[in-house]
């Protein structure tokens, strides 16, 4: 079976940690479009026109359509008559069969609408220029609803060891350092995060750097600027920004008020 790109013309490409994305609008007609498959599991998030899908539980009658495809899908969806916009989000093989170690993961094309609004706000802050770890954080919910069936991950000790490595490293740059750090997927860490904190691994970033900021800004003398760098903010008007909008005060009026 011959491998096919995405038929449409680019919108907005864009890659963030395991995840690599593409807004399009589709160009080609239905009798112009062969049997052709994908070797790396994708989502398809289709709106403004008719999708035709072969994915299990297809509504043909919704305004959207989010389908995932598990690895080597071999299909001719596409558009039919009403050429439409859609979000292409592949990831690797790889790491589909690291989850495949935990999760019963489909094994056929299937349709995820309880993840629709998911799939929109991802596909809205692509087209916004949303940054890489906030698309990332994204991807892994969506990647989490779709598998919400499936039995529950255990990780009560991977929390302890998040916590300890973010200690050790508070400039942790992205979900798939403290993931790899821990010994676990990111989705998975994604998962337990959600379940047990409640929060995305974005928020669970940003939620520790500026703890530890906290206690350097009220414990020593360390300047702003260096405070910022050392938890891995662009800048120090990067972090007084983020440190606002958690704390309600900058980061120079929070030590004065603490010492």
């Given amino acids: 079976m ?3 790109p995405f038929l449409g013309a680019i919108e907005t490409r864009r890659q963030a940690g395991h ?3 593409a807004l399009m609008q589709a160009t080609v007609p239905a009798h112009a479009v062969a ?7 994708h989502w398809v998030f289709a709106w403004d026109g008719d999708y035709q899908s072969r994915a299990r539980a297809l509504d043909t009658a919704a305004a959207a359509t989010l389908v995932l495809n598990p690895p080597d899908t071999e299909h001719r969806d596409c558009f039919g008559e009403r050429l439409g916009k859609f979000m292409a989000v592949s990831w690797s093989r790889e790491d589909w069969q690291h989850l495949s170690e935990v999760l019963p993961l489909p094994k056929v094309p299937i349709q995820i609408p309880v993840a629709l609004g998911l799939a929109q706000t991802l ?24 598998l919400s069936e499936q039995r529950p991950l255990p990780g009560a000790a991977w929390l302890a060891r998040a916590e300890a490595y973010l200690d050790a490293h508070p400039d942790c740059p992205d979900v798939r350092t403290l993931a790899g750090a821990v010994g676990v997927h990111p989705v998975s860490l994604a998962r337990l995060l959600r379940q047990r904190c409640g929060v995305t691994p974005a928020q ?6 500026l703890q530890r900021a906290c206690g350097w800004l009220r414990l020593s003398a ?3 600027t260096d405070i910022a760098l050392d938890l891995g903010f662009a800048d120090a008007a990067h972090f007084s920004h983020r440190f606002r909008r958690a704390y309600g005060v900058n980061p120079r009026a929070f030590r004065q008020d603490r010492r």
């Fill in 123 to 146: 596909a809205t802050g692509l087209s916004r220029s949303l940054q890489d770890l906030e698309l990332e954080s994204l991807s892994l919910r969506l990647l989490d609803r779709s």
């Fill in 35 to 41: 049997e052709h498959g994908h070797a790396d599991p």
């Fill in 204 to 209: 669970y970033l940003f939620r520790h750097r």
């Fill in 2 to 4: 011959r491998a096919a």
């Fill in 222 to 224: 360390r300047s702003v």
């Fill in 19 to 21: 995840f690599q994305f």
